[in-house]
């Protein structure tokens, strides 16, 4: 089979394409034969190696893929072989023909989700169910900041607020952001470039400010998102690129929280009900992936360059 390696950590160019066997699935696990495969950022830190932990080499990267069970290991009794599925991690890696992951990690994929759709589930939406119900437990009629909302977890975010019944809120950067974010049931949309966007989100709030934050590039914004919270408004830092300065009596006048979120760090219940809650969104019609690009498999470096560019819109696919 086709699958990206990495022999050695680097740029974008260390990703190559290279054949090697098809897996085999172990007790507990399955082979699943992959249709489309998500693109996070976080791949490109350990890939640069930079992250805090890495992979032993040569690997593959990525967890996140859509596609179909080709065959299941003994004791697998939950997943069937053709059963249409996503993934929430993988044992040998997901940017390949085939991966092989441990039962508990597959999902259903509805019939009415694409293969490319199945790929932008996993992090993008476990991430933004962790933020809102886990992390920030954000209730109905509460009103919700999602900085980046034409980005996959923001998207996916807008989705599951407007479904739990938030206010939302939203920033984005281009026009076409602005656009995609209203079309995925925001309220208000607001351009983070406006020297004055900050306060057009007070004056939307009557002054009181908002109750949950979801914070994208905190060394860039927390300090100025702790001046529109309410009182005991939370800010979930999901993503950050440097340090940041911020005055605690902002915190301290609110009563607010700054709370940090890894989707990894999510115990075995708290899985269960991220990804119950992400099935039953898609069948019930709640949830609908916005896939930005779809690329083939060999140009997982173009996908890792475009992945860390501004303006995100969408998931960027890659397909074997």
Known sequence: M?????????GPEVLKIEEVPVPEPGAGQVLVRVKAVGVNPVETYIRSGGYATLPPLPYTPGRDAAGVVEAAGAGVQDVR????????????GSYAEYTVCDAADVHP????ISFAQGAALNIRYGTAYRALFQRARA???????????????????????RAA?????????????????????????????AADYL????????????????????????????????????????????SVEINPRDLMLRE????????????????RAIYGAIVDGLK????????????????????????????AFGKIVLIP
């Open 199 to 242: 306060q057009q989100i007070m004056d939307a709030t009557e002054g009181r400010g908002v109750d949950v934050v979801l914070e994208m590039l905190a060394n860039v914004n927390l300090g100025k998102d702790l001046g529109i919270l309410a009182k005991g408004g939370r800010v979930i830092v999901i993503g950050s690129r440097g």
């Open 2 to 10: 086709k699958a990206i390696r990495v022999q050695q950590f680097g």
């Open 284 to 311: 019930k019609g709640e949830l609908t992936p916005v896939v930005g690009r779809e690329l083939p498999l060999a140009d997982a470096p173009a996908a890792h360059e475009a992945v860390m560019q501004p303006g």
């Open 81 to 92: 072989v053709g059963d249409r599925v996503f993934t929430s991690d993988s044992v040998t």
């Open 165 to 193: 019944g938030l206010k939302v809120f939203a920033t984005a950067g281009t026009q076409r952001g602005r656009e995609l974010v209203l079309q995925q049931g925001a309220h208000r949309v607001f351009d983070h470039h």
């Open 256 to 271: 607010a929280e700054v709370l940090g979120l890894l989707l990894f760090h999510a115990t075995p219940d708290e899985r």
């Open 109 to 112: 994929l509805p019939e009415n």
């Open 139 to 161: 209730k109905a009629d509460e009103t919700v900041l999602i900085h980046g909302g034409s980005g996959g977890v923001g998207t996916a975010a807008i989705q599951f607020a």
